[in-house]
């Protein structure tokens, strides 16, 4: 390998796009093979196969954060994108409406921006590079799985209530940030991160909490927004 793909990550660089590609091409041929298994009347067997090897892949992952790394103002899984890699299983599993509409609003709203603007400088001759991308990589494969072959579909409500559980996500972790000088869970602590992200357009702290929830009540609406407008459109008689 090329060292200067070997040697760090920095966003939007070669590696990133790279990076990117072989993860959208992952998760499209995993969704067609669950298209492939309901066709055959197997995707009830495939979800349940592939959401038990999204939990242990998780609970590994979480461990080694945890067991190994033990950087608790990072480790602890109280990210959303970690918490939505453990919602996502249990959605296809379950099928709990809750569960459903949570891993769609904040696969398809949050963790789709740890893709497109990723806060991560190891390479992947680190562990953490791996890990970051397959579990960024799933949670978008199971929203887009919940989509497409079990046809999960949000209603204005659902985003309603994306947006309560996620201010409510918001007033849970608010105090441990505060309480913890360092941590930075959901992006709500007074830290600087090392990447560059959209995170930066936002006020300086403590203002950039305030920004941060109404940017993502922004973000969950337009998520919602072409399923309410195809529906409007289906509905709008011919002339």
Request: charged content about 15%; aromatic content about 14%.
């Amino acid at each position: 390998m090329n060292v200067a793909l070997a040697n760090g990550f920095q966003a939007f660089s070669l590696l990133h796009g790279l990076t990117f590609f072989v993860g959208v091409v992952g998760i499209a041929a995993l969704v067609w093979a669950g298209v492939i298994a309901r066709r055959r009347g197997r995707d009830l067997l495939f979800t349940r196969w592939i959401a038990s090897v999204g939990l242990v892949f998780w609970f590994a992952q979480q461990s080694y954060y945890v067991l190994v790394e033990q950087n608790w103002a990072d480790s602890l899984p109280l990210h959303v994108c970690d918490l939505a890699g453990l919602v996502g299983p249990l959605a296809l599993l379950l099928r709990w409406r809750t569960l459903r509409t949570t891993l769609h609003f904040w696969a398809l709203g949050l963790t789709i921006w740890g893709l497109l603007t990723p806060a991560l400088t190891d390479g992947p001759e680190h562990l953490r590079y791996w890990l970051f991308w397959i579990s960024h990589c799933a949670v978008i494969f199971y929203a887009g799985y919940d989509c497409i072959v079990n046809r999960y579909r949000p209603f204005a409500k659902d985003c309603g209530m994306a947006c309560l559980i996620t201010m409510a996500y918001v007033a849970l972790l608010l105090p441990f940030n505060l309480a913890n000088e360092g941590w930075n869970y959901a992006y709500l602590g007074d830290v600087q991160l090392d990447a560059a992200t959209p995170l930066d357009l936002l006020p300086d702290w403590p203002w950039r909490i305030i920004g941060l929830q109404a940017a993502g009540v922004v973000v969950l609406v337009l998520v919602w927004l072409p399923w309410g407008v195809g529906r409007k459109l289906r509905r709008r008689p011919e002339s």
